[in-house]
């Protein structure tokens, strides 16, 4: 196993990399701390089924898990076969609002919903990424982090058709993360037809489909 940038760790297994942004180590922007998530993969990975990885395990065929602590996704688990993005989840209490904008200006999504007089009626769960710098912004901590985990995603790939991964509902717990993401890559391993990359046949059955009962809840 090998770390040939401090920027990026990534992890090398029979049959699988780990890749992780930054944030495993010292970045500003991580959403939450979870600095032995990435081995904690690679060994998870190591305990599938001997046999079950591609082989040979050339570049192109290795299993492939991105963690990113935080939405601007470094690491890219947009095109990872299983992807995990560090989330914050906020809660406002507009009661409290000193009606300062601050956390408005801090949201790159427009996610937060300010009245007429600038101060906060709520935050749009549509909009709202989870990267917490609304609620680091607020002078009166009106804005608190309700949950921290991980969004899933399953089904990413680049090479001669390329598609992003599909997100799966709910935010996942840090020490749950590598047993889901063990669990994803074996269904996608057991119902793929041939070949096939995960990304396959995620597109192929639906990402729903082969998460099972695999979704762990967000940690507070």
């Given at each position: 196993m090998s770390s040939?940038?401090?920027?990026?760790?990534?992890?090398?297994?029979?049959?699988?990399?780990?890749?992780?942004?930054?944030?495993?180590?010292?970045?500003?922007?991580?959403?939450?701390?979870?600095?032995?998530?990435?081995?904690a993969l690679a060994a998870a990975l190591e305990a599938l089924a001997p046999g079950a990885a591609p082989a040979p395990a050339h570049a192109h065929t290795l299993l492939r898990v991105a963690v990113a602590y935080c939405p601007n996704a470094c690491s890219q688990p947009q095109i990872a076969d299983v992807g995990a993005i560090g989330a914050a989840t906020p809660a406002a209490d507009p009661a409290a609002c000193v009606a300062c904008?601050?956390?408005?200006?801090?949201?790159?999504?427009?996610?937060?919903?300010?009245?007429?007089?600038?101060?906060?009626?709520?935050?749009?769960?549509?909009?709202?990424?989870?990267?917490?710098?609304?609620?680091?912004?607020?002078?009166?901590?009106?804005?608190?982090?309700?949950?921290?985990?991980?969004?899933?995603?399953?089904?990413?790939?680049?090479?001669?058709?390329?598609?992003?991964?599909?997100?799966?509902?709910?935010?996942?717990a840090p020490e749950a993360l590598p047993a889901r993401a063990s669990a994803i890559l074996a269904a996608c391993l057991a119902?793929?037809?041939?070949?096939?990359?995960?990304?396959d046949v995620v597109a192929r059955l639906g990402a729903a489909a082969l998460a099972g009962d695999a979704r762990a809840p967000g940690r507070d």
């Open positions: 040939p940038s401090p920027r990026t760790l990534r992890l090398d297994g029979p049959g699988f990399r780990v890749t992780a942004c930054r944030g495993a180590q010292d970045c500003p922007r991580r959403v939450l701390d979870a600095p032995g998530l990435p081995r904008g601050a956390c408005a200006a801090a949201c790159r999504e427009s996610a937060v919903d300010l009245d007429g007089l600038g101060a906060i009626r709520g935050i749009d769960a549509t909009r709202c990424l989870g990267c917490g710098a609304c609620a680091a912004a607020c002078p009166a901590q009106v804005i608190a982090t309700a949950r921290r985990g991980f969004r899933v995603l399953a089904g990413g790939k680049l090479g001669r058709h390329p598609r992003l991964a599909d997100e799966l509902p709910g935010l996942c119902a793929r037809h041939g070949h096939e990359r995960p990304g």
